[in-house]
């Protein structure tokens, strides 16, 4: 299958500083990415859809300045978390959408574990 | 709005044997796919079947085959001749028309050896 890699894949930064995190489809040009947030033992809930030359698509509740996504190019998207706070503090995840399958299949990236201090 | 329940936060069993986790999902949409989707202890998510809601007939992988029930909009996934690699946290999951993935709580499997 298709790989998605996430970069870093474990980060610590004080708090009130800003992070970011990028998200990579390494053999399909992927239009849409999907970034997601995971609490420990709970499920993936999505934050935003990522559309490449577009704004991203943020989901009911999440702060979309705090949050900031930039899919530039067909093969990278990037979340910024700006000025984090411990709660910020979780495992994000990202996939990307390969329209090149005919059930535009997602696929993951390994996801990012961010701790803020 | 699209909902995804799974109603058993823990299973377990007994290496070998058979294993049924339950999904159920509520919709408007006609057209949509379901999921079930692994996450081992790395937290890597793997794809481990799809079901197209289009399609009867029940989709199958090796030893992972689904039980789709589209009017009881029931989604079970049906795990055989579980083995000890099999013991991970398996999340349900809705794929709408506009492509988001919409998760259910999650199960976590314990396989004993």
């Known amino acids: 299958g298709a790989v998605v890699s996430q970069h870093p894949s474990w980060v610590i930064c004080k708090s009130g500083t800003s992070v970011k995190i990028e998200c990579r489809s390494l053999?399909?040009?992927?239009?849409?990415m999907f970034w997601y947030r995971q609490f420990p033992k709970q499920s993936l809930m999505l934050m935003a859809t990522?559309?490449?030359?577009?704004?991203?698509?943020?989901e009911q509740g999440v702060e979309k300045d705090k949050f900031l996504i930039n899919h530039a190019s067909l093969t990278l998207s990037t979340l910024t978390v700006t000025s984090a706070h411990p709660e910020d503090s979780s495992f994000y995840i990202c996939?990307?959408?390969?329209?090149?399958?005919?059930?535009?299949?997602?696929?993951f990236g390994p996801g990012t574990r961010l701790t803020v201090t | 709005a699209q909902t995804v329940t799974q109603s058993q936060p823990e299973m377990s069993v007994q290496e070998a044997e058979t294993v049924t986790l339950s999904c159920t999902y509520d919709?408007?949409?006609?057209?949509?796919?379901l999921f079930w989707y692994k996450q081992p202890p790395s937290r890597q998510m793997i794809l481990v079947i799809r079901q197209e809601a289009y399609k009867q007939q029940n989709a199958t992988e090796n030893r992972f085959s689904v039980n789709f029930q589209k009017a009881a909009k029931s989604f079970s996934l049906k795990i055989s001749d579980s083995q000890l690699g099999d013991a991970a946290m398996y999340f349900c999951?809705?794929?709408?028309?506009?492509?988001?993935?919409?998760f259910g709580q999650g199960t976590e499997l314990s396989v004993k050896p």
């Open positions: 996939s990307a959408r390969d329209p090149g399958t005919s059930s535009y299949e997602q696929y």
């Open positions: 919709t408007s949409e006609s057209d949509y796919y």
């Open positions: 990522s559309n490449e030359g577009s704004k991203a698509t943020y």
């Open positions: 999951a809705y794929r709408s028309e506009g492509g988001k993935l919409i």
């Open positions: 053999d399909f040009q992927a239009t849409t």
